[in-house]
């Protein structure tokens, strides 16, 4: 196991940030932390990581306790934690070797092949102050990848980055952990990113993770309804539920969710024209990703 | 490489590339000149009386013109300049990684967090040491410039004592801005603690407990306070040694164990 977190907790005052997170993750996995903003992903990523000490539970990587002192594992890691950072008056390439130095590296074949491996290599001899926030993102990517890790923990690996730069990166992070086996935890809240990319994703929300299981699993979860539209919905429901269906109303339409309907939209037609209010839009739709993932969380 | 060596190489990079020692090494040279402008003035009497108030602060201040008077002023600004430059420097080094967010990156390395936080201090005492020799050397130059008589090899060697033992007084008392730095997470917390110990070195020396208050202790030395008043003791450099400890393990400590949260 990569990742063995137990009963995680942090508390900061009367706040709850983490509550009692379990987590395990297997090596070339890519896991997927999902949540709102401050459902307690950061924090989560920071416990992981020894940067902060859980109030309650425990951490393992590679099946070594996490935190101050344990520098052999942390020669294991790759992270980028919340927003990208770097000393704007050093270029890419000394940012780059500042961190290639306190890793312990072979400096100048790490800072290249990483440059190269992130696209940077136009802006390699530029000082970091002057970088888009994109190419920011990236050199915090550099950073992370820069020791050929085995595990990466990144936070909104994909902030800043346009669609042509996103989807680089996850190519590129399909890569490691196909290719190379590098197990990846990284938090987002970019839904469609994380269907593309994880293989499992966990929700939290408040602190809670409310939700774990393959991304298959979360879109499988995605119910299909029948979606009505007519010039008199009162008229329209009030026929149906005669009829006995269960009809909810929104945004103007009515909406049918049991799966008598859902598999004969033609006999809801013919019930609406009979009672005199015909359909003018009938169709059948299937909640996205986002509609899951905001159910899962209002539930919590 | 050893990680020792990675991280003082990474901290002079950094050091490097800013216009902070550019700064401090300009600042030094204004104080420089400055006591050469006040050896200048007291070199003429007539002279002095007709630049008025400033005259009259170059009779206070230095008294006579020559080279142990020179070698006492030059040792004076490194006290008084020192705390609050050297307290920048400090403040900056460590500072900078939370204010410019680059701290997390410095927190789950090979590299231990203790030996990021000892190359910090190290390279801060070099460039302080390196601001106080550049301080003397040009107070060489500016001396022989103006012909200041009474120069002696004892004399300068005295002088460069007295100078260095302040530079080290100096840089012992601003550890703590170090941790102020790094336990506020910037710049702020540590300049806010730099102001109070300024003024509380003042305030203190004024009412005659300077050679116990370890911020005062420094230009204390130099006989900033003048001639017949109370030079710090055993106690006095007993408490400013304690300081220099108790902020650079403080602030090792802090980085070593404090949750980053920020």
């Given at each position: 196991m990569t990742i063995d977190a137990v009963g995680l907790t942090k508390q900061y005052r009367d706040v709850l940030?983490?509550?009692?997170l379990t987590l395990h993750t297997t090596p070339g996995e890519i896991y997927a932390l999902l949540g709102l903003n401050g459902a307690g992903k950061t924090t989560t990523i920071r416990m992981l990581l020894g940067l902060i000490r859980p109030t309650r539970g425990q951490v393992t990587l590679f099946g070594e306790p996490v935190g101050p002192g344990r520098n052999t594992v942390w020669a294991r890691i790759g992270y980028l934690v919340e927003t990208p950072s770097a000393?704007?008056?050093?270029?890419v390439s000394e940012n780059l070797q500042v961190l290639a130095r306190l890793r312990g590296l072979r400096e100048e074949k790490a800072v290249s092949d990483v440059i190269a491996r992130l696209g940077l290599q136009p802006h390699a001899?530029?000082?970091?102050?002057?970088?888009?926030l994109g190419n920011k993102q990236r050199l915090a990517l550099a950073k992370a990848l820069l020791h050929q890790p085995d595990l990466l923990l990144l936070?909104?690996?994909?902030?800043?980055?346009?669609p042509a730069g996103v989807a680089e990166i996850r190519t590129l992070l399909h890569e490691l952990a196909h290719q190379d086996g590098v197990t990846i935890l990284l938090s987002s809240h970019i839904l469609t990113e994380v269907a593309r990319l994880a293989t499992r994703i966990g929700v939290l929300d408040r602190g809670r993770l409310v939700w774990e299981g393959a991304t298959a699993d979360l879109v499988a979860q995605a119910r299909p309804r029948l979606r009505v539209t007519v010039h008199d919905p009162g008229h329209a429901t009030a026929a149906l539920r005669a009829a006995g269906h269960t009809v909810s109303t929104e945004d103007g339409g009515l909406t049918l969710t049991e799966d008598h309907a859902i598999h004969h939209p033609d006999e809801i037609a013919t019930r609406l024209v009979t009672a005199g209010c015909p359909p003018t839009r009938l169709a059948v739709e299937q909640d996205d990703l986002e509609t899951c993932f905001l159910r899962l969380v209002s539930h919590a | 490489m050893s990680t020792a060596t990675a991280a003082m190489w990474t901290e002079l990079l950094k050091a490097r590339r800013s216009r902070l020692p550019w700064v401090t090494a300009a600042a030094f040279t204004i104080a420089a000149g400055f006591g050469g402008l006040i050896m200048f003035i007291l070199q003429d009497v007539r002279r002095a009386r007709a630049l008025g108030l400033l005259g009259t602060k170059a009779a206070l201040t230095g008294g006579t013109a020559d080279w142990p008077a020179y070698f006492a002023l030059l040792a004076q600004i490194t006290a008084v300049g020192g705390a609050v430059l050297f307290g920048v420097i400090v403040i900056w080094t460590f500072g900078r990684e939370f204010s410019q967010g680059t701290a997390k990156d410095l927190l789950?390395?090979?590299?231990p967090r203790t030996t990021i936080v000892a190359a910090k201090f190290a390279v801060t005492t070099g460039w302080s040491l390196a601001l106080a020799i550049q301080t003397y050397l040009l107070g060489l130059v500016i001396g022989a410039a103006l012909g200041?008589?009474?120069?002696s090899a004892a004399v300068a060697a005295t002088g460069l004592g007295k100078l260095l033992l302040t530079a080290a007084l100096t840089i012992a008392v601003v550890t703590p801005f170090a941790f102020a730095a790094s336990a506020g997470r910037g710049y702020l917390a540590g300049i806010g603690a730099l102001f109070l110990a300024v003024f509380l070195a003042q305030v203190i020396a004024l009412l005659g407990y300077g050679p116990y208050f370890p911020w005062s202790v420094p230009a204390l030395v130099t006989d900033i306070a003048g001639p017949g008043r109370q030079p710090p003791g055993p106690l006095g450099y007993g408490l400013v040694a304690i300081v220099g400890i108790a902020g650079t393990l403080g602030t090792a400590l802090w980085w070593k164990h404090a949750d980053q949260d920020r």
């Open positions: 940030a983490v509550d009692d000393y704007p008056e050093l270029t001899h530029r000082r970091a102050q002057t970088l888009s936070d909104e690996p994909a902030n800043g980055l346009d | 789950a390395l090979p590299t200041l008589p009474g120069w």
